[in-house]
């Protein structure tokens, strides 16, 4: 079992350095980068968060920007493109996801994240983070991506 996103297994999180390229050509720095932008649809907010200057700043405006009306509805499936895109693109990171084989992915966090992560303070969480990243393993196992 994986319980944190730490050490050996820090390229899990949607913070590690992991550039990679969407469908319209725009490039993200992480997955942070990528999920925080989607939020928005407005191009100016979006551009401010796709250049962000790191993966903390990208979250912050994340949070101040106007936000697409149906977000609570797409969030997951954004966050499973990002993640595939991530895996898809920077090969090493995809052999490191395989080699984890079936071991269950949780991301344990003392933030309180409770939707994407489990928070280990409360002892409770959906770790929906951890379900999608064992969904792209089994893709990347499967040569899907």
């Given at each position: 079992m994986i319980l944190r996103f730490?050490?050996?297994h820090r390229y899990l999180s949607n913070f590690y350095p992991s550039m990679?390229?969407?469908e319209t050509g725009h490039r993200f720095a992480t997955v942070e980068?990528?999920?925080q932008a989607m939020k928005t649809?407005?191009?100016?907010?979006?551009?401010q968060i796709m250049w962000?200057?790191?993966p903390g700043e990208a979250k912050?405006?994340?949070k101040q920007c106007p936000m697409v009306e149906n977000w609570e509805q797409v969030k997951d499936s954004m966050m499973l493109t990002g993640l595939k895109h991530k895996f898809q693109q920077n090969k090493n990171l995809k052999e490191k996801l395989i080699s984890t084989g079936t071991d269950v992915i949780i991301e344990g966090n003392t933030w309180g994240d409770s939707y994407w992560g489990y928070d280990l303070?409360?002892?409770?969480g959906q770790n929906r983070l951890?379900?999608?990243l064992m969904i792209v393993r089994l893709w990347a196992k499967e040569g899907k991506i």
């Open positions: 730490e050490k050996d990679f390229q969407v980068h990528f999920y649809s407005s191009e100016e907010w979006f551009k962000a200057k790191s912050k405006l994340g303070k409360l002892g409770y951890g379900q999608l």
